[in-house]
């Protein structure tokens, strides 16, 4: 319900916000009270908004239609994630900007926001204000984290987490896929790679993330985060 009087803040305070007449952007939230509030406030701040949807696959047969400039996506969508459809848009050599909604403070999704290279986060609970500033800086060409997160200090404490920026694209797909394949041989034929391949990547990653070098530390880690 917050979002709703934000909504009505920001056709009191902000319509004559000039420099968000020129931003486009699609939305897709499964909650409608959430997807109509944030839809009529930034359209109240002249945002376009070039469409909205409630499921996953509606999102998805969207974004790899049209390619909007900027999605804000609820995480858990249903039938398909967030996340789902970011990296079947990336396969297809979608560029479209992901902004991804989360409705808690996990250190999971934190964990996924590293990963996936999310352009911004927003958390369910921020002020509206919080949100525009967000999509501004995303549309500069920045990266956006919610300050929810940021107030989180246990979680930018964990070493390990801080350091996932620091792996190459490869050794990020490979530690998105160790949570639910766990082998380096079931790995190895999904990314069509060796499994000495894999195995290289897999202590490149224990290093990089200052992991314990103990057996299974990786796998651990991956599948608690």
Same mark, same amino acid.
């Given at each position: 319900?917050?979002?709703? +009087?934000? %909504?009505?803040?920001?056709?009191?305070?902000?319509?004559?916000?000039?420099?968000? !007449?020129?931003? !486009?952007?699609?939305?897709?939230?499964?909650?409608?009270? +959430?997807?109509?509030?944030?839809?009529?406030?930034?359209?109240?701040?002249?945002?376009?908004?070039?469409?909205?949807?409630? *499921?996953?696959?509606?999102?998805?047969? %969207?974004?790899?239609?049209?390619?909007?400039?900027?999605?804000?996506?609820?995480?858990?969508?249903?039938?398909?994630?967030?996340?789902?459809?970011? !990296?079947?848009?990336?396969?297809?050599?979608?560029?479209?900007? +992901?902004? $991804?909604?989360?409705?808690?403070?996990?250190?999971?999704?934190?964990? &996924?926001?590293?990963?996936?290279? &999310?352009?911004?986060?927003? %958390?369910?609970?921020?002020? +509206?204000?919080?949100?525009?500033?967000?999509?501004?800086?995303?549309?500069?060409?920045?990266?956006?984290?919610?300050?929810?997160?940021?107030?989180?200090?246990? $979680?930018?404490?964990?070493?390990?987490?801080?350091?996932?920026?620091? &792996?190459?694209?490869?050794?990020?797909?490979? &530690?998105?896929?160790? #949570?639910? %394949?766990? *082998?380096? #041989?079931?790995?190895?034929?999904?990314?069509?790679?060796?499994?000495?391949?894999?195995?290289?990547?897999?202590?490149?990653?224990?290093?990089?993330?200052?992991?314990?070098?103990?057996?299974?530390?990786? *796998?651990?880690?991956?599948?608690?985060?």
């Amino acid at each position: 319900m917050r979002i709703l +009087f934000l %909504y009505l803040f920001s056709y009191l305070a902000g319509t004559n916000n000039q420099d968000m !007449k020129k931003i !486009k952007l699609y939305l897709a939230h499964s909650q409608e009270v +959430f997807l109509f509030g944030l839809h009529q406030g930034l359209a109240n701040l002249n945002c376009q908004i070039v469409a909205s949807h409630k *499921t996953g696959i509606d999102a998805l047969n %969207y974004i790899l239609e049209e390619r909007p400039s900027i999605a804000i996506i609820e995480a858990n969508m249903p039938v398909l994630s967030a996340f789902d459809i970011m !990296k079947t848009a990336s396969d297809k050599g979608v560029t479209t900007k +992901f902004i $991804i909604v989360f409705s808690n403070l996990q250190e999971e999704h934190l964990v &996924l926001s590293r990963i996936w290279q &999310l352009s911004g986060t927003i %958390y369910t609970g921020d002020s +509206f204000e919080s949100i525009v500033g967000c999509i501004q800086k995303v549309v500069e060409g920045k990266k956006c984290v919610s300050d929810s997160f940021l107030t989180k200090q246990e $979680i930018f404490d964990d070493v390990p987490l801080k350091n996932v920026h620091l &792996l190459s694209e490869t050794q990020i797909n490979i &530690l998105s896929l160790i #949570a639910p %394949y766990k *082998t380096s #041989a079931a790995i190895a034929k999904v990314l069509n790679l060796s499994e000495r391949t894999i195995e290289k990547h897999r202590s490149n990653i224990i290093n990089k993330l200052k992991l314990p070098k103990k057996t299974n530390s990786l *796998t651990k880690w991956a599948m608690k985060n």
